[in-house]
């Protein structure tokens, strides 16, 4: 059962960054034919740029995903350096802290972003120049968005409460703390 949940986590990230790639390419493309067009060809698609700017926050969405599995968020390390510089048991519990905070702040933001999802469901809205784009995909996306990076937040949490009791049980630490 393990293997199984693993490899479903893993395509989850997979499809994630290959996603966030594909977006950022199509971003940058789609910036530069409006570039070329506008000072080159002296020819403005005005609703290119629309187009550019709804894939960009796709991808920012997705990013906030691959980010929180990468644990490349920034982070203030100094303070956890300084203060738990040999002290495992020490670092590892700051690490279960500042990812269960994350968690606990997500809860807060999560119903939120629910509600709007919802209300986007049940009203759509269309873009200005893309008259096909519904514009509420983004609200329904970002609520994705932050589901996933709930479920790496709690991937994280796990490993790092395994981390902490195995700290915890390390016979040759106990005395330095």
Same mark, same amino acid.
């Given at each position: &059962?393990?293997?199984?949940? #693993?490899?479903?986590?893993? !395509?989850? #990230?997979? +499809?994630? &960054?290959?996603?966030?790639?594909?977006?950022?390419?199509?971003?940058?493309? @789609?910036?530069? /034919?409006?570039?070329?067009?506008?000072?080159?060809?002296?020819?403005?698609?005005?609703?290119?740029?629309?187009? /550019?700017?709804?894939?960009?926050?796709?991808?920012?969405?997705? +990013?906030? !995903?691959?980010?929180?599995?990468?644990?490349?968020?920034?982070?203030?390390?100094?303070?956890?350096?300084?203060?738990?510089?040999?002290?495992?048991?020490?670092?590892?519990?700051?690490?279960?802290?500042?990812?269960?905070?994350?968690? @606990?702040?997500?809860?807060?933001?999560?119903?939120? /972003?629910? #509600?709007? &999802?919802?209300? /986007?469901?049940?009203?759509?809205?269309?873009?200005?120049?893309?008259?096909?784009?519904?514009?509420?995909?983004?609200?329904?996306?970002?609520?994705?968005?932050?589901?996933?990076?709930?479920?790496?937040?709690?991937?994280?949490?796990? $490993?790092?409460?395994?981390?902490?009791?195995? +700290? @915890?049980? +390390?016979?040759? #630490?106990?005395? $330095?703390?």
């Amino acid at each position: &059962m393990k293997k199984f949940f #693993q490899s479903i986590y893993s !395509a989850m #990230q997979s +499809a994630e &960054m290959n996603f966030s790639i594909i977006a950022i390419s199509i971003t940058t493309l @789609l910036i530069c /034919a409006t570039v070329v067009n506008r000072y080159i060809l002296h020819f403005e698609i005005m609703w290119l740029n629309d187009l /550019a700017l709804y894939i960009f926050v796709f991808f920012m969405f997705t +990013a906030f !995903a691959v980010t929180a599995y990468k644990e490349g968020h920034i982070s203030i390390d100094i303070f956890r350096n300084r203060v738990f510089r040999n002290k495992p048991v020490g670092g590892a519990f700051y690490r279960v802290f500042l990812v269960g905070l994350s968690i @606990l702040i997500l809860g807060i933001f999560l119903p939120v /972003a629910y #509600q709007f &999802m919802v209300r /986007a469901v049940k009203y759509p809205e269309y873009g200005t120049l893309l008259r096909w784009f519904n514009t509420s995909w983004l609200q329904i996306f970002l609520f994705i968005a932050l589901v996933l990076v709930l479920v790496h937040l709690l991937v994280i949490l796990v $490993r790092d409460i395994k981390e902490f009791i195995k +700290a @915890l049980n +390390a016979p040759s #630490q106990r005395g $330095r703390e």
